[in-house]
């Protein structure tokens, strides 16, 4: 069964940082782009970042730019996400996806969220002021 468990969540002041696991079972990301999607109350889905398959490609939300970095460890079959310089407008849940192609683009980030072959559960960041 394909799946993503997603987790580091959490509570942080304004300014902190967390980092986001994704885990894989089930497959590999080879072959898959992979990213993160988040959604906060009353809003769409906003894809926040994305990373191409072959690892060359990673592209950002202009809101988030400078502040976030995506990476993998394929020996873990993990994809992360590291959040520093956090804002109260950065709440929400955060969710992990992956998605079966070899193509490279920011047209990634919308994919992701609509287009995904396999979705995580998500995880609740919380951004204090």
């Known amino acids: 069964e394909v799946q993503l468990q997603a987790s580091g969540g959490g509570l942080v002041q304004a300014g902190g940082s967390l980092t986001l696991s994704c885990a894989a079972s089930?497959?590999?990301?080879?072959?898959?782009?992979t990213g993160w999607v988040r959604r906060a109350p009353g809003n769409e889905r906003e894809g926040v970042s994305a990373?191409?398959?072959?690892?060359?490609?990673?592209y950002y939300a202009d809101s988030v730019k400078g502040r976030f970095t995506i990476f993998t460890d394929h020996a873990k079959n993990t994809v992360y996400l590291r959040m520093n310089n956090l804002r109260p407008d950065d709440t929400a849940v955060y969710y992990c996806?992956?998605?079966?192609?070899?193509?490279?683009?920011?047209?990634?980030?919308?994919?992701?969220?609509?287009?995904?072959?396999?979705w995580g559960q998500g995880t609740l960041v919380t951004v204090s002021s």
């Open positions: 990373l191409s398959s072959t690892d060359e490609g990673t």
């Open positions: 996806a992956a998605l079966r192609t070899r193509t490279n683009g920011a047209w990634l980030l919308r994919a992701l969220g609509y287009e995904h072959d396999a």
């Open positions: 089930g497959f590999t990301f080879d072959g898959y782009a």
